[in-house]
């Protein structure tokens, strides 16, 4: 079964740092372009980040943009966002998904695969 599964999520305080982990299973992560998505209630969901299946090209929303850093490690077949000086409008559930056919379409215009269940992510003091 071909899957991503995000974890790492919870509450954390304005300023604050977390790690959202994307862990694939039935396909080798290293083949795929990988973005970080996610939606806040109410609102449309947003291309955060996404690294290509090279690893050479990453991309950030501006909104994430010098604060989240995306990241790979092949040999735990996981992709990662470290996320820091949190506010609380990155307050969302945060998933993972194959994004094709590049990460120029992490922002729409693409086709998105394997999405994962989400984790929560609460910013808030």
């Known amino acids: 079964q071909l899957q991503l599964v995000e974890s790492g999520g919870g509450l954390v305080q304005p300023g604050g740092s977390l790690r959202l982990s994307c862990a694939a299973s039935g396909f080798t992560v290293r083949n795929y372009n990988i973005g970080w998505f996610r939606q806040a209630p109410g609102k449309e969901r ?13 991309n ?19 992709v990662y966002l470290q996320m820091n000086s949190l506010k609380p409008e990155d307050t969302a559930v945060y998933y993972c998904a194959v994004v094709e056919p590049s990460c ?22």
């Open 60 to 78: 950030y929303a501006d909104s994430v943009k010098g604060r989240f850093t995306i990241s790979r490690d092949n040999a735990k077949n996981t």
């Open 46 to 58: 947003e291309g955060v980040s996404c690294i290509s299946f090279s690893g050479g090209n990453t």
């Open 104 to 125: 120029a379409q992490r922002s729409g215009s693409g086709l998105y695969r394997y999405w994962g269940p989400g984790t929560q992510v609460t910013v808030s003091s």
